[in-house]
């Protein structure tokens, strides 16, 4: 009975979705103010009936409802509660479900947050969104129904992929999904501003809010992402260029260099074809990386799910979105005009150059990511494309792009002269020289490649951080007052690029340390033997048996010690679930702010001292990746949270055509 | 007019990507027929990883059913069908013998002592000349090869259980019994 009254919520909705993504958008370029008005409420009601389904489909897990084909593949009785709720978005069918779910959450957030925005504006935005979902939930519909029953009704399910089982894989895909999710908005607002015609500043100040929130949440995805392959795979690396990865990455390279780009629209009204190019760039690739992972085009390490014939269904829906929305560009985006001029020196060309950067690093992610099917399409043969690609195409792109976020934090607007910036940023680059060169000596380092490695990784994050602090000693001068009025009367969008970029250096920081000190070792272990890592002790202290609710484990006792001092004991776990009989590899990580110890147990070694294989890393500053990441996430949202987004929604209220200041300035220059 | 051209790029590269995904979801990427099926296996003589002095060859294994699996330290995709190939070896009853395709000696070894070693041996294949004789795409590849030394088939990508429990395994019995 649930899960017909979930299937049931859907064909409402994609009906209220059907109307929602038509009406307003003729009654907009008509004028009809009542079909307008349409938008808010179908968007409100589609995510009524959304949330309902969703809501059955947990409660068939919940209950192990087996009759389900969707739960019965996914679920078993002895899975706990906590996976069996995840498991309602592990599958293929779950997640499509949470795709369209989100999307209407963020329809229904737009309809709730508009208030100050022109009516007509909202209907296209809804109307754009709506559109949009009734593909997804078509595709929902005729090629995944979440709610098919079977008959006979199973006696067991067949549970949830074991490499799902795990906390980080509760969050890593609703985060993710958010953020791909999540850029839709900005993509509405683009196509928005195609059919209106409409796109100056205040568009801008529109659609940036909803643009960095979906960035944070991406950028949070994949953060969770890379953690759950550090200590999960057991391999102890973070990052592995795997399709699936890269589909993922891809939206948030592009989706960077459009915060960035809208931040040049809203300030100085320009770019204004770049950045609706960009928007609908960040969107359709993230609908790219839901066809990639979920049509078997690439094999992939973690392609979980995988069919041809829904392949075909995404591809034609991919064409009618991304092909329709480039087709209206093409033809739209004259109409939309420029403004403003900037001289090649000036904060603009920077930005402009950092977009490209990034573009063309995606460029390169999307070649790599798809080499292999474009050879095999044209007959070539078949290959796999490697991390040494992606870290030598890479490496040489990141290394301009952070001199000039460096650079262009500081910059002036418009004109700049080459003196002026020297002023401004000739401590950071003494500061940053000295280090990098000096500092991989203090580390003890002599072979010239590490120290060229060192010096490069911790030169940028150096350059990062005193350009950053220049940048506000500069601001600082415009403020009266002491050292606290200067840090408080900061606007929050200055101290979320703050903190953002000095996550960057963070995230650097991390990346060099671990690659330049990890130590590694593989050790045949008998209980009471030790060995010495980066400093540590580990002892193997034996192993027991130690079931969980739907697998056996063994586990391991190992206790680390420093100078002779007790830390404390690390429990690995080797484990074989039921249903699907496959070993699974649970790390013990003694995590902390300067590194991470970490051990995994290998095979057994079949000799009569109980021995095992086993593998000890330590991995200094390797918690500074995520900490990075959670820095940047932190600055997006203080940008978001920037005063001038609610005084402007006041000011918006009444004049919604005006134009704001800052393009009326650019206009007169 | 220029300008219009410029603006029509972002749809024209679109087009062509999407040209490329439809030839691609027509192929199955595990899938490849290999022309080699129902023939004889290329012959090789190779050093064996763990003692470089002493040669695998294939025709040591004239006479039994035997698994080719193609692999290297380097391939990502080996790690995950690494496991269970390990179990495998332990109750498959077939011998697998490995090709270490491409790869470095150390790292190779380092490899096997990490993740533990299936193999009753394997054969270092450093240049790739002899994963051209069979033609490998990439690695992981798995050649089941029969008492005559005819490849009966081949499976491209990781292992995984199904193909395993429901290919290789019959295949096996049915080979072992001929």
Partial sequence: ?669 | MKKKLLLMIPLAVFFVLAGFFVVGLDRNPREIPSPLIGKPAPVFSLPDLSDPEKTIASQDFLGQVWLLNVWASWCVSCRSEHPLLVEFAKTGGVPIVGLNYKDKTVDAQLYLRRYGDPYVASAMDADGRVGIDYGVYGSPETFLIDKQGIIRYKQIGPINEKALRETIVPMIKELKQS
């Avoid at chain 1, 607002?189 to 960035?215: V, Y």
């Avoid at chain 1, 034609?316 to 093409?330: E, H, R, Y």
């Avoid at chain 1, 990580?589 to 109980?610: A, C, H, M, T, W």
């Fill in chain 1, 1 to 669: 009975m649930i899960p017909e009254i979930g299937q049931f919520a859907l064909i409402l909705a994609l009906l209220l979705l059907a109307v929602q993504g038509t009406l307003p958008l003729v009654g907009a370029s008509k004028g009809i103010s009542a079909w307008m008005a349409l938008s808010r409420r179908t968007a409100q009601g589609a995510f009524f009936f959304l949330a309902l389904a969703f809501g059955c489909l947990v409660y068939s897990f919940i209950v192990n409802d087996f009759s389900v084909l969707n739960v019965a593949n996914n679920s078993n009785t002895k899975l706990p509660l906590i996976y069996r709720i995840s498991a309602s978005w592990g599958s293929h069918e779950g997640s499509i479900l949470v795709w369209v779910f989100m999307l209407g959450l963020w329809s229904c957030a737009v309809s709730i947050f508009s208030k100050h925005l022109p009516e007509e504006m909202v209907a296209r935005v809804l109307g754009v969104m709506g559109l949009v979902s009734v593909g997804l939930l078509l595709f929902l519909l005729l090629t995944s129904n979440p709610f098919d029953r079977i008959f006979p009704v199973p006696a067991e399910g067949r549970d949830l992929n074991p490499l799902l089982q795990d906390p980080g894989m509760i969050l890593h895909p609703p985060m993710l999904y958010m953020g791909y999710v999540g850029f839709s908005v900005a993509f509405a607002f683009a196509i928005a501003a195609l059919l209106g015609g409409r796109l100056d500043a205040t568009w801008a100040r529109w659609s940036r809010p909803w643009t960095t929130l979906a960035w944070c949440f991406l950028t949070v995805g994949i953060l969770i992402g890379s953690w759950w392959a550090y200590y999960e795979l057991g391999w102890g690396g973070w990052w592995f260029w795997d399709p699936v990865e890269n589909a993922s990455l891809m939206p948030w390279l592009v989706g960077t260099a459009l915060i960035h780009s809208l931040a040049v629209t809203e300030k100085r009204g320009t770019f204004k074809v770049w950045t609706v190019l960009l928007a609908i760039c960040t969107f359709s690739l993230s609908l790219l990386g839901t066809f990639l992972v979920r049509s078997g085009v690439l094999t992939s390490v973690h392609a979980f799910a995988t069919d041809p014939k829904r392949g075909m269904f995404i591809l034609t829906f991919l064409a009618v979105v991304i092909g329709g929305s480039l087709a209206l560009f093409a033809f739209r985006a004259p109409k939309v005009g420029t403004a403003g001029t900037f001289k090649i020196l000036s904060r603009e060309s920077a930005l402009f150059a950092n977009n490209v950067l990034l573009i063309v690093a995606c460029g390169t992610v999307l070649l790599g990511t798809l080499y292999p099917l474009f050879l095999d399409a044209l007959n070539l043969g078949k290959i796999s494309v490697g991390p040494p690609y992606f870290e030598a195409v890479f490496v040489p792109l990141m290394v301009p792009m952070i001199f000039l976020m460096g650079v262009s934090a500081v910059t002036r607007w418009k004109e700049a002269t080459l003196p002026d910036l020297w002023t401004r940023l000739r401590w950071a680059a003494v500061v940053t020289l000295i280090v990098a060169i000096v500092l991989p000596f203090i580390l003890g380092r002599t072979s010239p490649k590490s120290v060229a490695l060192l010096g490069l990784g911790f030169g940028m994050a150096f350059w990062i951080i005193t350009s950053a602090l220049a940048g506000f000693f500069d601001r600082a001068k415009y403020v009266e007052g002491s050292f606290g009025a200067k840090l408080t009367r900061q606007p929050r969008s200055f101290w979320g690029m703050f903190v953002a970029h000095i996550g960057v250096a963070v995230f650097i920081i991390g990346v060099t340390a671990v690659k330049g000190f990890e130590a590694e070792r593989d050790v045949r272990m008998a209980p009471g033997d030790t060995v010495s890592v980066g400093g540590y002790t580990f002892r193997f202290e034996g192993t027991a048996n130690r079931d969980g609710p739907n697998y056996h484990a063994t586990r391991g006792t190992f206790e680390l010690s420093k100078d002779g001092k007790t830390i404390r004991k690390l429990y690995p776990e080797k484990r074989m679930y039921f249903a699907h009989g496959m070993p699974m590899t649970e790390a013990a990580i003694d995590s902390g702010v300067f590194g991470d110890r970490y051990v995994s147990l290998g095979e057994p070694i079949n000799d009569d001292k109980q021995s095992w294989s086993v593998r000890v890393y330590h991995k200094p500053f390797v918690t500074w990746i995520w900490a990075g990441c959670i820095l940047m996430t932190l600055g997006g949202l203080l940008a978001m949270f920037d005063r001038r987004y609610r005084v402007s929604t006041r000011r918006d209220t009444g004049k919604p055509s005006l134009p704001s200041s800052d393009s009326v300035k650019l206009e007169n220059a």
